[in-house]
């Protein structure tokens, strides 16, 4: 029976964490998949489960300034109060990430690079194999 609630209540959220990852998705469009996410649950493990996470997202200072950069970008509101950021700075986060998949993808490829075994790589080797892995993952991402 425990399985059977995990996998209906539960069951949609591989399908929201590939939407998370998938290159190319408006920020705004991440959010409000991510605060959809609750709607889905029923019954009261769910809605604990989901209280927690609204608990550390409200807490997360950082998300809840994407999530103010998102309204000013989907056009639901028009001002923003950060100091931090100007007007032409805003309009660079249209795609930015919400997850930190593209983070941890990142260190995965610096330490395949840099590994102990790669002393004799020369600088501008170093730079080709660099850019090549780069644009090999933001292809293989974007299809």
């Known amino acids: 029976g425990k399985l059977a609630y995990i996998r209906s209540n539960f069951g949609f959220l591989p399908h ?9 998705c408006p920020m705004s469009n ?6 959809s996410a609750a709607s889905h649950v029923e019954g009261e493990m769910g809605k604990l489960i989901f209280k927690k ?3 550390v997202l409200d807490k997360n200072s950082g998300f809840q300034t994407l ?11 028009y001002s923003f109060d950060k100091e ?8 660079c986060f249209k795609y930015a990430p919400v997850s930190s998949v593209d983070v ?5 490829m610096y330490k395949s690079l840099l590994a102990d075994n790669r002393q004799s790589f020369k600088f501008k080797n ?7 892995y780069c644009k090999s993952e933001l292809s293989d991402r974007c299809k």
């Open 126 to 132: 170093l730079h080709k194999a660099f850019v090549t």
């Open 104 to 108: 941890e993808r990142s260190f995965s």
């Open 30 to 35: 991440q959010i409000e998949l991510m605060k």
């Open 16 to 24: 929201i964490n590939t939407s998370l990852e998938q290159c190319g």
């Open 67 to 77: 999530c103010k950069i998102a309204d000013v970008l989907s056009g639901r509101k």
């Open 53 to 55: 996470m609204e608990k």
């Open 84 to 91: 931090d950021l100007e007007t032409g700075d805003i309009f």
